[in-house]
C-alpha cells in the first residue's frame, strides 16, 4: 500500500506538478474547445494566458 | 525539414540536453567520489529501463485515432510546457533560485563522502542507486517529450535523433571538462522549451477538440511567438514588482 500511495504520489508530482490549476485549467479549457467546436480556437491561447499570470504572481504575492 | 519538423528537433534536442546536464551533474558527483564502474553500471540499467518505456509506449501512442492523439498529446505537453515555463518566468525574474550546477555537484559531492564505506569488490549500491534515479528521473520527461512530440509528427525517430544528438553532446563536453558544465545557460534553455510545448499543445489540443485554427498550420508562426512576448512580458512585470517592492 505505501509503494502503490508513492507510485501515485510520484505520477501525481510527475503530471500535474507544483501547481495544479495548471493541469486543471487545462483539462477545462480542452472541453470548453470541444464545446464550441470549429470556432473554438482561442479558449486555449486565453486559458493558458490566465492560469500562467496567476500562478506566477500568486509566488510574486506570497513573497511579500 | 518542415518548420514543425524544426520545432519538433529544437525542442526534443534543448529539452534534452538540460536533463542531461543535471544527470550529468548527479553522474560526475558520485563517480569521482566514489564508484565510477557503479556509476556507470546505474546509468546503464536507467537507459535500458527508459529504453523499454520507449518501445512499449511509442507503439501503443501512433496506434491511437489522430484527433485523440492530439488532445491527449496536446493535454501533456501543455501541462509539462506550462510547468517549464513557469518555472523559467519566476527564475527569470528573481523569484525563484536559479539551478546552479556547481551548487548541485558540491551538495551531491558531500552526501556521497558520508554515505560511508566503499566496497572494493562489489558494486557500490549508492553510486549505482543515485546514479540511475538521476539518470532515470531526468530522462523521464525527455522520454515523455520526445514521444508525445514524435507520435504526433509521425516522425519518432527525428525525436530520437534530437535526443541522442543531446546526449551525445552533453557527455563529451562532460567528458572534456570532467565538471558539470555550470555555464550552460539552462533557464534561457528551460524558457524555450517551455515557449515551444506550450505553443504546440495549444495548436495540437485544440486542433484535437475540434477547433479550426485561422490559417491552419501556419498559425504556429504567431501562437509561438505571442506565448513568449506574453512570457518575456509576465518576468518583465514581475521583475519590476520585485523591484517596487524592494524599494518601498
Not at chain 2, 9 to 28: N, Q, R
Request: proline share 3%; charged share 15%; hydrophobic share 60%.
Amino acid at each position: 500500500m505505501t509503494r502503490l500511495r508513492a507510485l501515485a504520489q510520484f505520477l501525481w508530482d510527475f503530471v500535474v506538478g507544483d501547481d495544479w490549476r495548471i493541469a486543471l485549467a487545462v483539462a477545462v479549457a480542452l472541453g470548453i474547445t470541444a464545446l464550441i467546436g470549429h470556432a473554438g480556437w482561442f479558449v486555449l491561447p486565453l486559458v493558458v494566458a490566465a492560469v500562467l499570470t496567476l500562478s506566477v504572481v500568486e509566488v510574486a504575492r506570497a513573497r511579500r | 525539414m518542415s518548420a514543425t519538423q524544426l520545432g519538433l528537433a529544437v525542442s526534443v534536442f534543448l529539452a534534452c540536453s538540460v536533463e542531461a546536464v543535471e544527470a550529468l551533474t548527479i553522474v560526475l558527483a558520485v563517480g569521482s567520489t566514489r564508484s565510477w564502474r557503479s556509476a556507470f553500471t546505474g546509468v546503464g540499467v536507467a537507459l535500458l529501463a527508459l529504453a523499454a518505456i520507449t518501445a512499449a509506449l511509442g507503439p501503443a501512442l501512433t496506434a491511437i485515432p489522430l484527433n485523440t492523439l492530439r488532445v491527449v498529446v496536446g493535454a501533456l505537453l501543455l501541462i509539462f510546457g506550462l510547468q517549464w515555463l513557469r518555472k523559467a518566468i519566476l527564475r527569470s525574474s528573481g523569484l525563484k533560485a536559479l539551478h546552479d550546477e556547481a551548487a548541485a555537484f558540491a551538495e551531491e559531492t558531500v552526501a556521497a563522502r558520508e554515505a560511508g564505506e566503499i566496497p572494493r569488490e562489489r558494486l557500490d549500491a549508492y553510486s549505482f542507486l543515485i546514479a540511475f534515479k538521476g539518470s532515470f528521473l531526468e530522462g523521464l520527461e525527455v522520454v515523455f517529450i520526445a514521444l508525445t512530440f514524435g507520435a504526433n509528427q509521425h516522425d519518432v525517430g527525428l525525436a530520437a535523433i534530437a535526443a541522442a544528438i543531446a546526449v551525445i553532446v552533453v557527455v563529451l563536453a562532460g567528458a572534456a571538462l570532467r565538471a558539470p558544465l555550470a555555464r550552460v545557460p539552462e533557464n534561457t534553455m528551460k524558457f524555450v522549451v517551455g515557449v515551444m510545448l506550450t505553443s504546440f499543445g495549444i495548436f495540437w489540443g485544440g486542433e484535437g477538440a475540434g477547433a479550426h485554427w485561422p490559417g491552419a498550420d501556419a498559425s504556429l508562426l504567431w501562437v509561438i511567438p505571442v506565448i513568449a512576448l506574453f512570457s518575456l512580458g509576465l518576468v518583465s512585470g514581475l521583475r519590476r514588482t520585485e523591484r517596487l517592492g524592494v524599494a518601498a
